[in-house]
Nanobody, 129 residues
């Protein structure tokens, strides 16, 4: 079955960097989009970035543009999230998620939570001095 396992979370000081990893299994990696989302206490889950594994195109929310990047390793079936210039407001549980991409072309709603059918359990990221 579809399985997504996040790793790499932890405590980091403001201004620091962290790299998260999402290990995917149970589906045809090349035909799915993988997203990174976060949920802070008392807030709704927010999709931050997405990569379409069919063509490598990426989508990035304005809230993290210029600081966070997403990349995909098709040999290892993993998707990474590189986070730089972290701030206390980035503190949240970070989840990866996946959804099937039926064919070529741009994704319609890559940063919409409801577009993703499967979610990982998440990894905690805390930004604090």
């Amino acid at each position: 079955q579809v399985r997504l396992v996040e790793s790499g979370g932890g405590l980091v000081q403001p201004g620091g960097s962290l790299r998260l990893s999402c290990a995917a299994s149970g589906f045809t990696f090349d035909k799915y989009a993988i997203a990174w989302a976060r949920q802070a206490p008392g807030k709704e889950r927010e999709v931050l970035l997405c990569i379409n594994n069919r063509d490598g195109s990426t989508y990035v929310s304005d809230s993290v543009k210029g600081r966070f990047t997403i990349s995909s390793d098709h040999a290892k079936n993993t998707v990474s999230l590189q986070m730089n210039s972290l701030q206390p407001e980035d503190t949240a549980i970070y989840h990866c998620a996946t959804g099937y991409v039926p064919g070529p072309g741009p994704l319609s709603f890559p940063l919409v939570t409801d577009e993703y059918d499967y979610w990982g359990q998440g990894t905690q990221v805390t930004v604090s001095s």
